[in-house]
């Protein structure tokens, strides 16, 4: 006689046939890189979510800041908590469009994995001074495929994957043609989360660095998102719901074409402006310049020193067969921001 758990994941699996028939369904999955047997408890995407949340990778995310570096404040964001805003606020579109909530919870809680220390600065220098180049979101996919769990990876699913790969943007246009497009809608949602999380909170810590104020953020932006940082959230996902609400599928008779996930044209253009706002009064700030410069030479001086001891990486990245450069990557990469600075100090470079 079966155990009674056995049959939950099958029970799981039924319950998602309530779902938008624009969203993804686990058992429809298109599988892994290595076939496994299913879980008895768990759909694949909830099973997926669980070995992002328990993996070394996501632990270090607590370390490595987002905008600021090494701030003094407690309330600061983290990439860590960046992450879990980015999976609050994907959850509430997904919830609200009756899409798949644990696919779009896997993917935002996946999708930073691949950060470097001092956020977007040393994405920069490893981009620049690495001869594979470097783009977090295809680091994320590196760690989740080849570099967590003694090398074997998380061998999630392809959906997972592909969202986690492709949640990164360019450009200061959204939802331009720079955006770029994921296949699922579960996936759509988590690019969007992503920035509706990041330039609310930059908003905060800006005004708690003292490099804004209240005032200065224009009255075009606060009359159409709001002033505080609940309002602002809450305007946009109640937007993209109203945009999006074809992807619910509600009375659907006959095969249309795929809804897309997006704003209205106006919450869209200020959401654009607030973009610009920040770039040119937070992150090309002096302050924030300043700090750059210091994370920056610390990445970088990291990179050469372990490209000329290539004694002195740890075995994990000594023993793994491949060239150097990559190895090194991987390594410095994966470094938070205080492991990083200490590395730095400890081995004397300057």
Known sequence: MDAPHTSIRVWLEGREEGL??????SRFSHGRNRPEEPCPTRT?????????????????LKHKTQVFIAPLGDHYVTRLTHTLEVSQIARSIARGLNLNEDLTEAIALGHDLGHTPFGHNGEEVLN??????????????????????GGRGLNLTSEVREGILKHSKSGVDILGKAWGTVDT??????????????VNHDIDDALRAGIISEGDIPASITAVLGRSHSERIDTVICDILDYSWAARGEG????????????????????????VFLFERV???????????RAKKTVRLLYEYFMGHEGQLPNEYALCGEPLARR???????????????????????
Do not use: W
């Open 20 to 25: 938008s028939p624009y969203a993804t369904k």
């Open 44 to 60: 694949a995407f909830q099973r997926d979510r669980d070995r992002i949340v328990h993996c070394k990778a996501f632990r270090r």
């Open 128 to 149: 620049e001074i690495s001869p594979f180049g470097f783009r977090h979101n295809e680091q994320s996919l590196r760690v989740i495929d080849s570099l967590e769990n």
């Open 185 to 198: 809608l579960e996936g759509q949602i988590c690019k969007i989360a992503d920035l509706i999380a990041y």
């Open 252 to 275: 659907l008779t006959a095969r249309r074409a795929r809804p897309t996930i997006g704003m209205s044209p106006r919450v869209n253009e200020t959401m654009n402006t607030l973009r």
């Open 283 to 293: 992150y090309n700030s002096e302050m924030v310049d300043r700090e750059s410069d």
């Open 328 to 350: 090194v990557l991987d390594y410095v990469a994966g470094m938070t921001d205080q492991y990083a600075m200490r590395a730095a100090r400890d081995l004397d470079l300057s």
